[in-house]
């Protein structure tokens, strides 16, 4: 795949630890959505977007597939490509990598571009597409994750 947009670390907390003794699945949500913090002022998102723009992003929709555990004080970074996008919608994939190198989830999210006037789903603004676009020459994947665009459902035989 290209080049992801690698996080600062990230170090699982006690309060994030269920009764089953390893990360509770909201967490997992936190770990993206703290990465993508990390990126989104390369792009021109983040609270000085919506201060001083009146424009910000919602997540339409986010799916996460949970392949290993993580526990106390492990150490994961995250990586995020960006796989698709247009003037109002950006479509992300992203991987937790354990310290040790194995992958604990992978997430996937369409975003929206909002008006706050509204709100509404609105065009971005000329100069943030453009970083958007840049962002994407930088880090999209080529070709796609085997795990990206999946449906969620129970498979039946027969």
Known sequence: MGTPHISEIKTIKPEWIDYNGHLNMAFYNVLFDNAADDFYPEIGFGPEY???RN???YTAEFHICYLRELHLDA???VH????DFDEKRFHTYQEIHHED???AATGEALGLHIDMSGPKVAPMPTDVY???EKFHEKHSA???PERAG???GIKRKG
């Open 50 to 52: 919506l201060s001083e």
């Open 55 to 57: 424009f910000t992003t």
């Open 75 to 77: 150490r994961v970074r």
């Open 80 to 83: 995020s490509w960006l796989l």
């Open 101 to 103: 190198g194995w992958i």
């Open 130 to 132: 453009e970083r958007l």
């Open 142 to 144: 080529d070709p796609w």
């Open 150 to 152: 999946r449906g969620i």
